[in-house]
């Protein structure tokens, strides 16, 4: 479960909230807005990459407002994806669970399942610049899901990809709903999670509004 | 319109002054190799003083670079991620050694390592002198070469996006490991070239050196030495050859900062 109560940031010269929201586990939340309506701000606070000036974050009954990004049980894939472009395909994906300190034999077990659901088993060996868009995104997935976060944050995860890959990046996002991971996805673009949202929401300038 | 012609003309003209840049550097060391007498070279070659001095000067500049750099790289990661009051003032002074004279830069090493100076009655106190010894080489060393190594880095260090220290964080990482695995790895290249840099920076200093240490004698000031007591033929020598060593020294440091990086 995931709780925002009364979330309030203030950049420059932009102010996202108040906001409150609670997500219900295993749902897929869509929010859609324009560019500089703070859909992204909003995934960067509950990631911990920004602090907000008021209000609470909770995540499975405990208060996260104030925990360093690296401490919260959280999971974001970038708009860019984010890869590590000095590791293979494999190192990204075990960057979290080396960080965590797990042994060689979890890690290749853990990589190896999470490469198996994403179809990404032939490319572990791979530099990150031979892959493709659609590849990246499998990458960034899998990698994000590898510390088994209780939540995982999208940002305009199809934006990078050109239109004939969409659809295939929209299947692989429905692994995470039949999984039962609680997702938030941010996109300008409504028609892109319709399938998939079992919520959705409006940003705009900064607030947040439910979509019925 | 731009055409194929204008196109060439612009780039003959670009590759004759390029050519002459390339000439001013090149040709006083070609002519500094071809006018040196056999035998003198030979003389110098087999020279102790000679040889001793080169090893000394490679490793205190190798030292110095290698001490340098635990404080000078985190100082460029800062300057690369933080925004703080009076930043550019502290720009300014990471540039100082390079604008201020180096001889003048060898007195205010003077001042600190004398023996009126704290640092220098402590080690008084101790039964050493700072002064004229390889640890005042090092210190001048390091005093003109560091900004090579803190802006090549600072450089490295900006030109690496946030986004993926920002990515590390959520799976996980501290900052010190975001530091260690992510950061540094990608400004790789760039470190690399700061300390290539600050090492021939450090190794080919004069000025400085021969304020706070004319001996034990660095080549740079053996060379300065020899010139002064025997003249051209007798100083000429001894710079090709530590020309010759540095020049295959840094054709190979390059190599294989190419193959790694």
Known sequence: MVKLNNILYKADDFTLGPVSLELETGGYFAVFGPSGSGKSMLLEIIAGLRTPAAGEIIIDNSDYTLVPARKRPVGMLFQDYALFPNMSVFENIAFPLRISGENEEVIKRDVGLLAEQFSIQTLLKRRINALSGGEKQRVALARALAHQPSVLLLDEPLSALDEELRDDAVKTLGILKKDGQTVIHVTHNRNEVSDLATRCFRMSAGKLAPID | ?261
């Open chain 2, 1 to 261: 319109m731009q055409t194929r012609d204008n196109f060439n003309i612009t780039h003959s003209i670009f590759l004759l002054l390029g050519g002459i840049a390339l000439l001013f550097i090149f040709a006083p060391l070609a002519g500094m190799f071809v006018s040196v007498n056999a035998p003198h070279l030979f003389e110098a070659a087999t020279d102790k003083v000679v040889g001793s001095s080169i090893v000394r000067t490679l490793l205190i500049s190798a030292a110095a670079t290698i001490i340098s750099a635990l404080f000078a790289i985190p100082l460029a990661y800062i300057l690369a991620r933080k925004k703080f009051p009076f930043k550019g003032v502290v720009e300014a002074i990471v540039d100082l050694p390079i604008v201020i004279p180096h001889s003048a830069a060898g007195i205010a090493i003077l001042g600190l390592i004398s023996r009126d100076s704290a640092l220098g009655a402590a080690a008084s106190a101790v039964g050493l002198n700072l002064v004229g010894s390889p640890f005042a080489i090092g210190l001048a060393m390091s005093f003109v070469s560091i900004p090579f190594l803190i802006n090549s880095a600072r450089d490295g260090f900006a030109a690496v996006p946030v986004r993926l220290e920002q990515a590390a964080e959520t799976l996980g990482a501290s900052k010190f490991q975001t530091f260690t695995k992510i950061s540094l790895p990608l400004a790789g290249r760039s470190v690399v070239s700061g300390l290539l840099l600050m090492f021939a920076r450090g190794m080919s200093e004069f000025g400085a050196i021969v304020i706070v240490a004319y001996h034990p004698m660095t080549t740079p000031v053996l060379i300065f030495d020899r010139f002064n007591s025997f003249g051209l033929a007798y100083a000429r020598p001894v710079a090709v050859i530590f020309v010759a060593v540095t020049l295959i020294l840094f054709i190979g440091l390059r190599i294989y900062q190419k193959r790694k990086w």
